[in-house]
């Protein structure tokens, strides 16, 4: 090939990246929908860290919420006298004890709504600056199949990012030890 023949080429290819560019870079302010991620990031994998199940109904910064911790029949060895959720310092927000319930859960799915089925009636504790919540139900909740949650209505706070709450409980027959049940890690967009 002649000079001329190639740089006739390499102008056509240079015109083709400046028409499709534009074309190429817009393409993803066309597609509106929102990905929600599979992968869920633990610092310290090898702690014992137990995963436990959670259901928010908004997760944008400053919205009126419902979270939902779930304790499913295999988060449950025996029955539980006492439930303590450590509530993370840099949630901020103002978390009131009459807008928590602890309850009989039905887990929703892809047809059904996550909720409380049942108000099981406990002593619900919040200390002052709102990182321990002490449920304390009037009777044991047994190790049987059904499910049960702590359900708590609050607005999120202002700053974004993933809140890890810790539950811990007591059990029927056992020293008033608390042991580790698991966390539940909540993002905010």
């Known amino acids: 090939m002649n000079k001329n023949h190639k740089k006739i080429l390499n102008k056509h290819k240079i015109l083709k990246f400046l028409l499709l560019s534009p074309f190429l870079i817009s393409i993803p302010l066309f597609n509106n929908t929102e990905v929600?991620?599979?992968?869920?990031?633990?610092?310290?994998?090898?702690?014992?860290?137990?995963?436990?199940?959670?259901?928010?109904?908004?997760?944008?910064?400053?919205?009126?919420?419902?979270?939902?911790?779930?304790?499913?029949?295999?988060?449950?060895?025996?029955?539980?006298?006492?439930?303590?959720?450590?509530?993370?310092?840099?949630?901020?927000?103002?978390?009131?004890?009459?807008k928590i319930r602890f309850c009989k859960v039905r887990i929703g799915g892809y047809e059904t709504r996550t909720k409380c089925i049942e108000d099981i009636p406990a002593d619900i504790e919040l200390n002052e600056d709102n990182t321990s919540l002490d449920i304390f139900p009037y009777s044991p909740i047994p190790s049987n199949k059904d499910s049960y949650a702590i359900s708590i209505k609050v607005f999120n706070p202002k700053r974004t990012g993933l809140y890890q709450f810790h539950s811990f409980g007591q059990y029927f027959g056992k020293d008033s030890v608390s042991s580790y049940l698991g966390s539940a890690t909540i993002l905010i967009d």
Not at 67 to 86: A, G, H, M, Q
């Open 36 to 98: 929600k991620s599979a992968l869920e990031f633990q610092w310290d994998q090898e702690s014992g860290y137990r995963k436990l199940k959670w259901f928010q109904k908004n997760n944008l910064s400053k919205a009126r919420n419902t979270i939902f911790f779930f304790f499913r029949p295999n988060d449950r060895k025996e029955s539980l006298l006492k439930i303590t959720l450590k509530i993370p310092k840099t949630f901020k927000t103002t978390i009131k004890e009459e």
